[in-house]
């Protein structure tokens, strides 16, 4: 990995910030499901979570692998974070001008706190799948084998972790087991499809990270 020019780190930085905001969101607002075909769930982390791995393969295409591995400990490190604060927050006395809310923050976060454990456990394994499983094809399939393909081939492997270990430990017990095991399929294959429907996105990406004077 080479130096960063001034514009380059100012590129990693801003897509460091939109993968960031992309994997706290999917943590917070994920516990929302959404009804979807043939009587089957979807969490509205599925429009999140594609952003999450797709930014992995962009810089790693970019940047290189070492970079990419850099995104993913921010990542691990910003849900660890997350988490301290939400114990943190829970266990401390509430003001009685404020206990008009405390049933429903409690609820509420009480489960984003189980949300943010599943996604750090998922996401530390589903991330590192990730950037392995992109190289891996990266190196036998060559890099004439196209991006789309690679990153594609990644985040079938890769997500198939993510979401069975986020979903057994954020919802297990919140929901029926067929409930369960419906939203599990269903939000692996779409979080697949949605990472191809993002696709032009992500070599949107590449074309505005790489630029001129591209260092990496």
Request: proline share 3%.
């Given at each position: 990995m080479h130096t960063l020019s001034e514009s380059s780190l100012?590129?990693?930085?801003i897509a460091l910030a939109i993968y960031i905001t992309s994997l706290m969101a999917a943590n917070t607002l994920g516990i929302k499901l959404m009804p979807f075909l043939f009587g089957s769930h979807l969490s509205v982390g599925v429009f999140m979570f594609p952003v999450v791995f797709l930014m992995t393969d962009v810089i790693g295409e970019v940047y290189g692998k070492k970079v990419a591995k850099y995104f993913v400990y921010a990542g691990i490190l910003s849900t660890a974070l997350?988490?301290?604060?939400?114990?943190?927050?829970?266990?401390?006395?509430?003001?009685?001008?404020?206990?008009?809310?405390?049933?429903?923050?409690?609820?509420?976060?009480?489960v984003s706190l189980r949300f943010a454990i599943a996604s750090l456990i998922a996401y530390a394994v589903?991330?590192?799948?990730?950037v392995l499983s992109f190289f891996f094809f990266?190196?036998?399939?060559g890099e004439k084998s196209g991006f789309w393909l690679r990153s594609f081939l990644s985040n079938v492997w890769s997500q198939f972790f993510d979401t069975v270990l986020f979903m057994t430990i954020a919802l297990y017990?919140?929901?029926?087991?067929?409930?369960?095991?419906?939203?599990?399929?269903?939000?692996?294959?779409f979080k697949v499809a949605a990472g191809l429907l993002y696709t032009p996105l992500a070599y949107l990406g590449i074309k505005l990270l790489k630029g001129k004077d591209h260092a990496g």
């Amino acid at each position: 990995m080479h130096t960063l020019s001034e514009s380059s780190l100012r590129k990693v930085l801003i897509a460091l910030a939109i993968y960031i905001t992309s994997l706290m969101a999917a943590n917070t607002l994920g516990i929302k499901l959404m009804p979807f075909l043939f009587g089957s769930h979807l969490s509205v982390g599925v429009f999140m979570f594609p952003v999450v791995f797709l930014m992995t393969d962009v810089i790693g295409e970019v940047y290189g692998k070492k970079v990419a591995k850099y995104f993913v400990y921010a990542g691990i490190l910003s849900t660890a974070l997350f988490i301290l604060y939400n114990v943190i927050s829970i266990a401390a006395p509430w003001s009685p001008d404020g206990l008009w809310a405390k049933g429903a923050y409690e609820q509420i976060f009480g489960v984003s706190l189980r949300f943010a454990i599943a996604s750090l456990i998922a996401y530390a394994v589903g991330e590192y799948q990730d950037v392995l499983s992109f190289f891996f094809f990266r190196q036998k399939l060559g890099e004439k084998s196209g991006f789309w393909l690679r990153s594609f081939l990644s985040n079938v492997w890769s997500q198939f972790f993510d979401t069975v270990l986020f979903m057994t430990i954020a919802l297990y017990g919140v929901y029926p087991n067929e409930v369960l095991l419906s939203t599990i399929l269903t939000w692996w294959a779409f979080k697949v499809a949605a990472g191809l429907l993002y696709t032009p996105l992500a070599y949107l990406g590449i074309k505005l990270l790489k630029g001129k004077d591209h260092a990496g």
